[in-house]
């Protein structure tokens, strides 16, 4: 599911020169492009809830898939100081206020992960028109829609894009039910141990990335024997 | 940047050579890599593939075949690629994903940095790599039988019914359960079907060190849908499937019925058992008693051989190889005790080890051929011969009743003195002395000057093939040793003794034998093995070419049939010989025998009638 969804109507331009123009301005993927060609970027947020009226992020991590390989130099993880208490919520994800007081903000974070939502960024300049990177993640509305969130706070407005989720695509394969939203991340462990994948033990937001990027490669592999044919993005692409 | 990549750093440093790497270069090692996925049967890499990156299983496992055979199955935490990485050239080998696999890969220009910087990781890569290729070289070489990890199946190797509980059942039963039978893991059955494995190792690592009370059910601690391997699968794969994953327990599994238990144990047992094993552990002893307890295990080797239905003639080979290697071991500890030898020389192998047609319970013979320029009369030689043949006497190899051993001083000669002993075999044989004489045209270099044998053979071969005397005496000789042809009928057997009611199933061995030799003689062959030469002697025009081959399958089956009942005396603690109860034959095997003996008797007929006949 898009932002484009969540956020029926007109959206404003954003203002030229910040880090969510520069996104807006790189090109959306052709669904019919070669799964093989496109590039993915898996992201993860922790949260301190699910609402993101009311809850904060407190760190992101992310990965980019290029050409069916991950990425690892490219892995970033970054800790966010959120504006409330992390409160009950550090049960969950182990982040401590003490350990969060000293991080950025994520008016300071964001950027660097819209950036990393395209081609042509800092680190080179790869093509010479720059193209958006896919969202991947697990169970992704949680992901889109903080984003989203803090694209319209800082921004005042947002940029839609193009998601493939994990969640879905293995609730298609499965042919299982539409599961409980909350349990997304036992979701992921579940998924993953179907297809034997190692076993993770820590959970931080870089982790859980790269342990949805890794499902997708299996994912992926698995969809293309069903079919019997090479993947395009419009066969994996939240619907 | 922190160590966010904790997970495959972990991983990493979990592994070989990876393990020993210094904690800064291992936080930075993960950021080096990409991660890709290969669905169960995609290849991977190619041969000739320009190989540009290490790939490191990370879950899974990966197949390493050179021109379909499997030289290696790679396992979580080992690598593959390094074949071109190493010798900066194409691939060798295909890889293939056994399993759908989970990859790390690194570049080669990281690669290369790792390894300039850490000469550990060099040679891990290094070794593996060289372990590959020997591995698909020793494919190449064994196209019929192999080693026994090769050639046996896992069916094979199962020995007892594996323990099993109810997923319900408690760790303390479970415990419980194991020391019982006296096993070291535990199988967790539910409704028939396998679902689980508990071995001694997760009992202390998921139990004890976790603190888990036993009071819990056993499907908490257990490695859930473990990995299997059908019946009819190779040790090799076993092999392969343990070391590639770290565990010591695989369940045998077939029509979805578990049939047992294949444990490191058992595979280590069939491996100790590989010739070249033994030969390798011989040679790395230090003192006698060292290679007198190798010797021990040759039994074992031979009757795995017989398991594994090896010809008679690649046992013989076998056994003469640890028999070379044991004399060889042991003329070099005696070397060592005694100083350097006073000439050149060569320590000699007479009779069935010369021509490596040995089975279980031979004697010894041999003999030193010394050059020309040595002294004989020097105690060196002496005390060799009796340090090496009271070493094999050690090893179970008996004296030679007729003396003829390196320790007579009649068979320490030089060369020259070996030229006129044959000599006088050739052109004045007394009767005795000729039959005793026919076991040194069976003679063979074991350890020494090689050159100093070849070249006394290769005049007095052709010496005795001219000796029309010495021809007929040898005739004669082959044609008295009578083979129990009517057995069959009556059963011709010893008729007095400890072997009475049994069949001599070396006479009709060495009647082949002795035909063979004289046969080879008058064609002037050099040639040793029995098979080699019937057909040196066929190629001659000496004998047709279907006596050849009829004597050739003759020896085989009653060496054959030999090697099956010394095995089977071995197994059951006695000491083997060659004396065969003919009641203990099933029908095919009378048949084939009578049939053996017949031809042996036929070929005699001929031999007599169109050989020099002597009084």
Redesign the interface.
């Known amino acids: 599911m898009g932002l484009r969804e969540l956020l029926p109507g007109r959206r404003a331009r954003p203002t030229p020169g910040t880090a969510l123009a520069d996104l807006a301005a790189a090109s959306a993927v052709d669904p019919r492009t070669p799964l093989a060609q496109v590039q993915l970027l898996a992201l993860d947020l922790e949260t301190t809830g699910l609402d993101p009226r009311r809850h904060e992020v407190l760190s992101v ?1 992310h990965v980019p898939v290029v050409h ?6 490219r ?1 970033r ?1 970054e800790l966010v100081r959120p504006q409330g208490p992390v409160g009950e919520s550090a049960v969950h994800h182990g982040l401590t206020d003490d350990r969060l007081a000293h991080r950025p903000d994520l008016a300071l974070v964001l950027p660097g992960v819209l950036e990393a939502l395209r081609t042509g960024d800092v680190e080179g300049a790869e093509d010479a028109r720059p193209v958006r990177r896919v969202l991947l993640a697990h169970f992704a509305q949680i992901e889109t829609a903080f984003l989203s969130a803090a694209c319209r706070r800082l921004y005042g407005t947002d940029v839609p894009l193009q998601v493939v989720d994990t969640l879905t695509l293995a609730q298609r394969m499965l042919r299982v039910p539409t599961p409980e939203l909350a349990s997304g991340r036992l979701r992921l462990d579940a998924c993953r141990r179907h ?4 076993r ?3 959970h ?1 937001a ?2 859980d990335a ?1 342990a949805c ?2 499902l997708f ?2 994912q992926s ?2 969809l ?2 069903q079919h019997g044919r090479a993947l395009r993005l419009a066969d994996v692409l939240a619907r | 940047m922190d160590v966010e990549l904790a997970e495959i750093r972990d991983f990493l440093a979990e592994h070989a050579p990876f393990d020993t790497l210094p904690a800064d270069v291992l936080d930075r090692l993960p950021s080096r890599c990409t991660v890709s996925y290969a669905r169960r049967g995609t290849v991977v890499l190619r041969p000739g593939d320009r190989g540009d990156r290490l790939y490191l299983v990370r879950s899974g496992a990966v197949d390493i075949t050179d021109d379909g055979h499997l030289v290696d199955r790679v396992g979580a935490g080992s690598g593959f690629g390094m074949s071109a990485l190493v010798e900066h050239a194409p691939t060798r080998y295909a890889a293939t994903a056994r399993e759908d696999t989970l990859l790390l890969e690194l570049p080669q220009p990281d690669f290369d940095a790792l390894v300039a910087e850490h000469p550990a990781v060099a040679v891990h890569f290094a070794t593996t790599h060289h372990g590959r290729i020997t591995a698909a070289i020793t494919q190449l070489q064994t196209p019929a039988r192999g080693s026994a990890v090769l050639k046996t199946a896992v069916r094979d190797l199962l020995r007892v019914d594996p323990v099993s509980v109810a997923p319900s059942a408690t760790v303390a039963e479970g415990a419980r359960a194991m020391t019982e039978a006296g096993v070291s893991s535990l199988l967790v059955m539910d409704e028939g079907g396998l679902i689980g494995i508990v071995t001694d190792r997760d009992l202390r690592r998921r139990v004890l060190a976790a603190g888990v009370s036993p009071d819990r059910p056993v499907a908490e601690v257990m490695t859930p849908d473990p990995v299997t391997l059908p019946a009819r699968a190779l040790a090799l794969e076993a092999l392969l499937e343990m070391t590639g994953r770290n565990i010591h327990h695989l369940p045998v599994v077939e029509d979805g019925r578990v049939l047992g238990l294949v444990t490191t144990t058992d595979l280590v047992r069939l491996e100790r058992s590989n010739p070249v094993y033994v030969v390798a552990d011989v040679q790395r002893q230090a003192d006698v008693a060292g290679v007198v307890e190798q010797a021990a295990r040759i039994p074992a080797v031979v009757g795995q051989l017989v398991r594994e239905d090896a010809s008679a003639a690649d046992v013989g080979r076998v056994v003469a190889a640890l028999t070379d290697a044991l004399t060889r071991r042991l003329v070099v500890l005696a070397e060592s005790a005694l100083g350097p030898a006073p000439g050149r020389y060569a320590w000699v192998a007479l009779g069935s080890a010369a021509r490596e047609e040995q089975g279980l319970g031979g004697d010894q013979d041999h003999a030193l051929v010394l050059a020309d320029d040595a002294d004989p009369s020097d105690p060196w030689w002496a005390a060799l011969a009796e340090r090496v043949t009271e070493g094999l006497e050690a090893c179970g190899l008996p004296r030679c009743d007729g003396d003829v051993m390196a320790t007579n001083p009649r068979w320490r000669l030089r060369v020259g003195g070996w030229r006129a002993q044959f000599g006088r075999w050739s052109d004045e044989p007394a009767p005795d002395a000729v039959l005793q004489a026919a076991i040194f045209y069976d003679m063979r270099a074991v350890h020494g000057e090689a050159e100093l044998v070849e070249g006394l053979r290769a005049e007095v071969v052709p010496l005795g093939g001219r000796s029309d005397l010495l021809l007929a005496h040898l005739t004669a000789q082959a044609a008295r040793m009578r083979p129990p042809i009517g057995f069959f009928r009556g059963f011709v057997l010893e008729d007095a003794g400890e072997h009475r009611d049994t069949l001599d199933l070396k006479r009709g061995i060495a009647a082949i034998v002795q035909l063979a030799r004289v046969h080879a003689l008058r064609a002037r062959s050099t040639a040793l093995g029995t098979g080699a030469r019937l057909l040196a002697a066929r190629d001659a025009g000496v004998i047709a070419a279907e006596t050849a081959t009829d004597l050739t399958d003759a020896l085989e089956l009653l060496s054959y049939l030999r090697l099956r009942h010394q095995a089977a005396q071995v197994a059951a603690g006695e000491a083997p010989d060659n004396h065969l109860d003919p009641r203990r034959l099933g029908s095919l095997d009378r048949r084939h025998l009578r049939d053996a003996f017949a031809i042996v008797r036929a070929a005699q007929q001929g031999l007599s009638s169109r050989s020099p006949q002597v009084g």
């Open positions: 991590g069916g390989r991950i990425v690892l130099a892995a993880h297809y034997r994948l190692p993770y033990r820590a931080s870089l982790t790269l990027a890794e490669l299996a592999a698995e293309a024997e």
